[in-house]
Every structure is written in C-alpha cells, then in structure tokens.
C-alpha cells in the first residue's frame, strides 16, 4: 500500500494557529469597522436632525414675523435670504424647496443638480430623506409651521473626511492583522517546534527501548505533562529492563537445565549400560563356576576356588545393587537420617578394621591416626561415607602404597565449631578434567577404569548426598600422581540448637 506523505506535526499546528489568528482577525476587523460605520452614521442623523430642529424654528419666527404672507408664498419670497440665513447659523450649504418641491434658495453660488424628487415625495409625508453620491450627502428635512407644512430643507454635506478616517483605519487593521498575524505564527511555531521536538526525543526515546537500548535517566526533565511522560517513559524502561534481565537469566539457567538433563540422561544410558555390563560379568562367573560343579563335584581344589570366586562375585552384585538402591532412595524419597552425637574415633577404628584385610590383599597400608571427639551425624551414614571414601583409597592405590586417616576439630571466629576427617592416599589420582565431575551420580572417570576396579560412578554421589543431608560437606582438596585428599566436614554439635 503506497504511504501517505507526512505532514509534521509542527506544520499542522502552526497552520491551526494561523488560521484561528487570520479568522479572529478578520472578524475583529469587520465588527470594528461596521461600528465605526454605524457610530459615523448615527453622529451624522443626530447632527441634521439638530439642525433641521433649529431651522425650523428659525423658519417659524420668520412666518410668524411676516405673517401678512400666505403659507404658499412665505418660502417664494424669503427663501433665498433664508437660505442664507440658515446657511450662516448651520455652518451648511442649506437650500430650500417649497410644499410643491420647487427651489426657492440656497446658500451656494449655483443650484445643486442632483435629481431629489424621490427625497422630496418622502419630506412632503413628513419624513427625512438621504442622498449620497460619492463624498457628497444630502440631508431633506421637512419644514413645519406647527401642524402645517411648509417646504423642505436640504443640508449639504461632505463625507470625505469620514470616508478617509475609515479608510485609513481599514488601513490600519490590514497593517496590524498581517503584522500580528505574522508575528504571532512565528511566536507559535516556534513554540511549537520546541514542543515536537521534545514529543520527538520522547520518540526516539521510545524507539531505543525497543531495540533494546535501555534508559539511564529521563530523556525531558521538566515540570509540566511532557515530563511527566518522559518520567513514564524512563520508569517503563527500568522495569522493562529488569524484565528483560530476568528473562535472560530465566533463560540460561533454562539452557543449562536442559544441557544438564540431557547430560544426566546420557549418563544414566551410559550408567545402565555400564551396570548391565558389570551385573552380566559376575553373573556370567557365578554360571561358570555352577556348571563346573555339576561337572567335578569330586575335585576339592575346584570346590574351594568356586566357592571363593561365587562369594566374591555375589558379593559384588550385592555391592552394586545396594548402592544403586541407596542413591535412587536418597534422591527419590528423601533418604531419612537419624542423627546423634556419634563418638567418631571408635566407629573410624570399626572402619579401618573392615577394610584391613582388602588393603592386606592389595599390599596396601593404612595409618589411623586418630583424635577423640564427637560429630553430629547419623552413625550408619557416616560409617558408609568412611568406608567408602576408604575403600575408593584401596581400590585406585598403587601395589606398597598407603591411606592416612586423620580427624581434627576445626574452630573459626563466629562459626560453630566443626571436626574435619582427611583421608590422604597415594593412589593414581583423579585426572585434572575430571576433579569437578567426580560427585555426580553414575559418572565415572574412565569405562576401563571403572570395570577393572569394580566402580559404578555411585560412591562418591552417595558420600555427598550422604554429608549434605548431615549439614556437613566432603570435598576433594587436591589430587594427581601421587595420590588424592578428601576432606570430610560434619558438625560437633546439633546445628539447630543454639550455643553460648
């Protein structure tokens, strides 16, 4: 569809004003004008009508005087010298008509030539009559003799002075309305240019917020409407601004959901994969082993190697299904503790002890070097979380190594005091890539790795969850080469209890 052409706003209202400035002026004018006119006229009759007032009584003394003339042949004889007469006292050209509307006289050297008879027939009814032509104004008067008439008066007069004072006071409203009109469309399109240009900052205001462009302050300060807008304007920026924020960091942190479910999914498939896997490889010894019993049940040295080979693998069936049950529970079901305050060197001696004879079998030694004190956690929990940070410490050892176990009560300025148990290996160490990863459920460092010491990627998710759920922490410190440090954090007494 083809655009319009634009008019700006400015152009639109400076042309409003100007023609409101035009009318009020052309009105103004007018009525003035006509007023002037009306009051020039309206001075005029009530000039004659004085005059004839006063030659008619003139003309009266004069009839009464010379009474020995008829009515008809007064103005006859005396018309001249009373025309005269009349002339002087008025300061008017007069000249006189009789009753028949014939010239008996005037005051002016030559006799009028202007046609009078429709004027004359209006003054024999006894009205007054008026003739202009051009700048010249007759004025006919009918002249009485009390309830008689007698003849007609005729006042000449000159309309050229009021002719030019109207003129030049049309003049001067000509002047005056394009000098004010002017001036006032100048004054109100500048004026209104300031206004559209503060209603176009307020535009373009508006256009950088929605490209995104947020305000800093108010594009218009000022104390009327537009500021207020402007005020508007700058407040809806700020909140579209914060929206917009928090949509953006609604998003990311979608996003990484969403990458994080997928990963989790990935590892869960590789997890099923892996646990299938590690379930069908003892199964598949334990059938071995079942079918070579039904085949030697006389030979004792085979006996004795299947009954060691079926006890170990089911008791590594029975380790992987019991961790996974243990993660799924805690992260379905909201894993129930019971905690107390556990006498925490006894239960890491139980510790050492159940792992004594794996670490003997690996060549593995363990130092204990334990402090008396007490931890707020439930026991069973925190004995599954040592075991199986020191069983990690066994498992990915090197043939001569060694595990020290360490215990400390840790106090800072302002904080409740906490005990701190540190297991230090000299293992092969958690690859650098892997150091953030390794608490999370079903990862595991390597597939290798995993199948050759027996791991599932569920310890370490299961210590974490396990220490969190205690209002503890456990944490890797450092690692490599030589060997690995995890630090367990639990506190001395029941956190929700306040202490002096």
Same mark, same amino acid.
């Given at each position: 569809?083809?655009?319009?052409?634009?008019?700006?706003?400015?152009?639109?209202?400076?042309?409003?004003?100007?023609? !409101? &400035?035009? @009318?009020? /002026?052309?009105?103004?004018?007018? %009525?003035?004008? =006509? +007023?002037? *006119?009306?009051?020039?006229?309206?001075?005029?009759?009530?000039?004659?009508?004085?005059?004839?007032?006063?030659?008619?009584?003139?003309?009266?003394?004069?009839? !009464? &005087?010379? @009474?020995? /003339?008829?009515?008809?042949?007064? %103005?006859?004889? =005396? +018309?001249? *010298?009373?025309?005269?007469?009349?002339?002087?006292?008025?300061?008017?050209?007069?000249?006189?008509?009789?009753?028949?509307?014939?010239?008996?006289?005037?005051? !002016?050297?030559?006799?009028?030539?202007?046609d009078v008879s429709d004027a004359l027939a209006q003054t024999a009814v006894g009205r007054s009559a008026y003739i202009t032509e051009g700048d010249q104004l007759l004025y006919l008067a009918p002249l009485r003799n009390t309830e008689q008439s007698i003849g007609t008066i005729q006042f000449h007069a000159s309309l050229a002075e009021q002719h030019a004072f109207y003129d030049r006071i049309q003049s001067l409203f000509i002047v005056t309305g394009i000098t004010v009109l002017v001036v006032g469309f100048l004054i109100g399109f500048l004026y209104v240019w300031r206004q559209v240009h503060v209603?176009?900052?307020?535009?373009?205001?508006?256009?950088?917020?929605?490209?995104?462009?947020?305000?800093?302050?108010?594009?218009?300060?000022?104390?009327?409407?537009?500021?207020?807008?402007?005020?508007?304007?700058?407040?809806?920026?700020?909140?579209?601004?914060?929206?917009?924020?928090?949509?953006?960091?609604?998003?990311?942190?979608?996003?990484?959901?969403?990458?994080?479910?997928?990963?989790?999914?990935?590892?869960?498939?590789?997890?099923?994969?892996?646990?299938?896997?590690?379930?069908?490889?003892?199964?598949?010894?334990?059938l071995a082993y079942a079918d070579l019993l039904e085949m030697y049940q006389d030979d004792p040295k085979l006996l004795e190697e299947a009954r060691l080979q079926i006890g170990r693998e089911a008791q590594r069936l029975y380790g992987l299904v019991e961790k996974a049950l243990q993660l799924s529970a805690m992260d379905i079901y909201e894993f129930e503790t019971k905690a107390e305050a556990v006498d925490l060197k006894p239960l890491l001696q139980e510790a050492v002890m159940r792992l004594q004879g794996k670490a003997d079998q690996r060549d593995i030694t363990i130092q204990a070097n334990l402090t008396e004190g007490t931890v707020w956690a439930d026991p069973e929990n925190l004995m599954h979380m040592v075991v199986n940070l020191l069983d990690n410490g066994i498992k990915y050892n090197k043939p001569g190594g060694s595990v020290m176990m360490t215990n400390e009560v840790r106090t800072s300025p302002g904080q409740p005091d906490s005990m701190t148990i540190k297991l230090q290996d000299t293992g092969i160490g958690i690859p650098e890539e892997a150091r953030e990863r390794v608490f999370e459920p079903f990862y595991t460092v390597s597939g290798d790795r995993s199948r050759l010491h027996g791991g599932t990627g569920l310890g370490l998710s299961l210590v974490r969850s396990l220490a969190i759920k205690q209002n503890g922490s456990v944490e890797l410190k450092q690692t490599g080469p030589n060997g690995s440090l995890f630090v367990i954090t639990l506190p001395v007494r029941d956190p929700n209890i306040a202490h002096d």
């Open positions: 569809m083809r655009r319009r052409p634009r008019i700006s706003l400015k152009w639109k209202v400076a042309l409003l004003l100007a023609l !409101l &400035l035009t @009318s009020v /002026l052309v009105v103004l004018s007018v %009525l003035v004008l =006509a +007023g002037i *006119r009306e009051d020039q006229r309206t001075r005029l009759e009530q000039s004659f009508a004085q005059e004839a007032e006063a030659a008619n009584l003139r003309v009266r003394q004069e009839f !009464l &005087l010379d @009474s020995k /003339l008829e009515r008809d042949e007064f %103005l006859t004889e =005396a +018309g001249q *010298r009373l025309a005269v007469e009349l002339g002087s006292q008025s300061g008017l050209p007069v000249t006189l008509y009789n009753q028949e509307g014939v010239f008996v006289g005037t005051s !002016l050297p030559f006799q009028p030539k202007m209603i176009s900052r307020l535009n373009r205001a508006a256009q950088r917020i929605g490209e995104g462009i947020y305000l800093t302050e108010p594009t218009v300060k000022r104390s009327d409407e537009l500021g207020e807008l402007a005020l508007g304007i700058f407040e809806m920026s700020g909140r579209i601004s914060s929206s917009v924020s928090q949509l953006t960091e609604e998003k990311s942190k979608l996003l990484e959901a969403i990458a994080r479910l997928q990963e989790l999914e990935q590892q869960q498939k590789q997890f099923i994969g892996n646990i299938s896997h590690e379930l069908k490889t003892p199964l598949t010894s334990i």
